[in-house]
């Protein structure tokens, strides 16, 4: 039976209602506390560098982002951790949770859509994750502005707001991931267990089996192996493969945004660096274009793992 | 009587001299004679003159003489000296010679004029006496004379020219050379020896001898064109020689390559032809003929030049061409280093040129579609499923 008037009818409420769960919710400050406090380790850890390593730079804000100190990994490498987790935690049980409460029906007999009811807790669910990434990222700056005293120039914020964006979107990714298992799997661990088996297959070892399928796919030339080189078509062809994670994505989008001296991901040839200015930083619009296909690539997954949640939550029987 | 008897001797003594030495003892000389090569001298006032004698002994006992100068002028001094020191006595042996020098230190006011000075030696049984005329003038003049050997050149401004002299003395003594010369504002002028770096203020050159040295002029570098004249001036005591050389400097076309108000860089998308002003600028003396533009580029960079040759650049004039770059379809975005070249015959200038690459939008552009074609589809799903 089709539906009458707007799919969107009840959105608003929905979100909303889902956005006061969200930041409510115990698990919410957890997780939010556990990002803030590991967050601010390494960005302390990256002033001190900063400190320590006085050189001249014209990018020394983005340097706040990308710098590390042992033991810790930089704030970047921190977030593209805790940033699917958080995704991962707010969205595994958003569907099959009102099952178990057997609120779904409830809910559904409201003149509200399922249409809007999956858009609003993804939408929320977005929103919760912008405001505490945006929270985040006033924190970083703040920080960076009280601890070396030097304030960023607009690129810099220009940049950093683009790696914000990005940011946002791959949680979009993970939380429209978790999303669509919250659908498929009734219970809530199982979810969670097989959304956390994906996030560290795709970030963990998929990256290492990419070389190996790539040799397999494309066999090393033992010309280049006997010069010590990869083999270019090997090369290309792990890295095509690798790029199947978002992991691997969002990694080389925000080496492009915050190292401006970056030219290129992925292979190139040494004719092509003939001529080259080395050094020589990009523009914010030419880093973007070198990342583009990676932004484009999350977008796209975050889209069409929610289409695909979509249309199995329209198919099932709710009425459970 | 005598007098005239001793100076015959002399005289006689000067002629055979050559044959004494060939035939130590001549047969049918004999006894002790005082002699000298020159016993008529001229001299300079204020100088102190050696002139040599000799006391020689053909087939005489050995005999001590005394020695005495006279009729010295006032206020000079004649000092009879043997063996370094001045002597009283000598005593040749027996076919052998004494070696004596008469010095003489004549002041500086002696009136001109001959004076004969009487030196004397007399033993138990001889009174030798040689009477010396020393005739005060001023010295024969130094002379020198300064002679180029090549004495017109022709170069460019660039060029360096270097003109060979030879310097003569013609004077009866070494003197020592100072060199000078004169040349036009801002020429650099110079002398070193004829082969070596070494420059020189002056040159020894004994009497009779000549020696070249090399004079090297070195015009500015914006020296116009035209005809210079290098005076070569040589100078010693109170003698000089003067030659002048000329100087002919062809123009010399120089360029210089920028962008239009001096902007060097630009942008060019990857794979797209870019056209980039570039000004030539002819800041030499004379036109530039022929000039040819040339770039190089990073491999696979098509750099060509609209038009590719311009025929003539006046002085202080300037030109301007296209230059259509083309990055390669492989470039990767950022910055590139281009060279332009202008060259007109042996003279040539480049400047690089920084090139902004851009790559295409058109990825971008179907990144868009993509999220698009992902956007309609949802909208088809919300479409096709929408239930209630």
């Known amino acids: 039976m089709q539906r009458e008037g707007s799919a969107f009818q009840g959105l608003g409420v929905v979100t909303l209602k889902e956005l006061s769960d969200h930041l409510t919710s115990t698990r919410m400050r957890v997780l939010e506390w556990l990002v803030v406090l590991v967050a601010l380790a390494a960005l302390y850890g990256a002033i001190q560098q900063i400190k320590d390593t006085t050189a001249e730079d014209p990018f020394l804000f983005l340097r706040l982002f990308t710098t590390s100190r042992d033991p810790l990994p930089s704030f970047v490498s921190f977030l593209s951790f805790l940033v699917p987790l958080m995704a991962i935690g707010l969205g595994f049980d958003a569907v099959n949770g009102e099952h178990n409460r057997r609120t779904l029906s409830r809910i559904l007999a409201q003149p509200i859509y399922r249409d809007a009811l999956l858009f609003g807790k993804f939408l929320a669910g977005l929103v919760t994750l912008s405001i505490s990434l945006i929270s985040l990222w006033l924190i970083v700056i703040g920080l960076g502005l009280l601890l070396i005293g030097i304030p960023p120039g607009g690129e810099e914020i220009a940049r950093s707001f683009v790696f914000l964006l990005v940011t946002i979107v791959y949680a979009g990714v993970w939380l429209a991931l978790a999303l669509l298992f919250s659908i498929v799997f009734r219970s809530a661990a199982t979810a969670a267990l097989v959304t956390l088996g994906i996030w560290l297959f795709f970030t963990f070892i998929w990256p290492v089996l990419a070389g190996a399928v790539a040799q397999i796919i494309v066999p090393p030339d033992p010309r280049y192996m006997a010069l010590g080189l990869q083999t270019p078509g090997t090369a290309i062809a792990e890295q095509v493969l690798a790029r199947f994670s978002p992991s691997t994505l969002y990694a080389e989008i925000v080496v492009a945004l915050l190292d401006p001296t970056t030219r290129a991901l992925g292979p190139i040839y040494l004719s092509q660096l003939q001529g080259a200015v080395l050094g020589a930083p990009l523009p914010l619009g030419a880093s973007v274009l070198i990342a583009w296909p990676q932004i484009v690539g999350m977008v796209a997954t975050a889209i069409l793992l929610f289409v695909i949640g979509y249309v199995i939550f329209q198919r099932q029987e709710v009425r459970a | ?388």
């Open chain 2, 1 to 388: 009587m005598r007098y005239g008897l001793i100076a015959a001797l002399a005289a006689f003594a000067v002629v055979i001299a050559p044959a004494v030495k060939a035939d130590d003892a001549p047969k049918d000389v004999k006894g002790i004679f005082l002699m000298s090569d020159f016993p008529a001298v001229t001299l300079r006032p204020g100088e102190t003159s050696t002139v040599s004698l000799r006391l020689q002994n053909y087939d005489t006992a050995p005999d001590r003489l005394a020695l005495s100068v006279s009729g010295v002028p006032k206020g000079w001094t004649a000092t009879l000296m043997g063996g370094g020191q001045p002597v009283q006595a000598a005593m040749p042996a027996t076919n052998s010679s004494v070696s004596l020098d008469l010095r003489l230190d004549v002041p500086k006011n002696a009136p001109m004029g001959t004076q004969t000075l009487t030196v004397a030696a007399t033993g138990s049984s001889t009174n030798l006496q040689l009477p010396i005329a020393v005739t005060l003038a001023k010295d024969l003049p130094a002379k020198l004379s300064l002679t180029p050997q090549l004495p017109e050149l022709r170069g460019t401004s660039k060029s360096s020219f270097e003109y060979d002299l030879n310097i003569k003395n013609d004077s009866g003594k070494k003197l020592t050379v100072s060199l000078s010369a004169q040349a036009p504002k801002n020429f650099d002028a110079s002398f070193t020896e004829q082969y070596g770096t070494q420059e020189l203020n002056a040159v020894p050159v004994d009497a009779g001898q000549s020696k070249t040295v090399k004079l090297k002029v070195t015009p500015p570098n914006t020296a116009n064109a035209g005809e210079y004249k290098v005076t070569a001036r040589i100078a010693a005591e109170d003698a000089s020689a003067t030659t002048d050389l000329g100087l002919d400097i062809t123009g010399q076309p120089k360029l210089d390559v920028s962008g239009r108000e001096g902007l060097v860089s630009t942008r060019a998308a990857a794979g797209k032809e870019t056209s980039v002003p570039v000004v030539i600028t002819n800041t030499g003396t004379a036109p530039a003929e022929d000039v040819e533009l040339s770039g190089s580029a990073p491999s696979g960079w098509k750099i060509t030049f609209n038009p590719t040759t311009v025929d003539r650049i006046a002085p202080d004039k300037n030109k301007e061409v296209q230059a259509l770059i083309t990055p390669t379809d492989k470039a990767i975005a950022g910055d590139y280093v281009t060279s332009i070249t202008a060259s007109a015959r042996g003279e040539s200038a480049s400047t690089d040129f920084r090139v902004t690459v851009t790559t295409s939008t058109m990825w971008g552009i179907a990144g868009v579609g993509i999220i698009g074609v992902a956007l309609l589809v949802m909208v088809g799903a919300v479409a096709r499923f929408g239930r209630r």
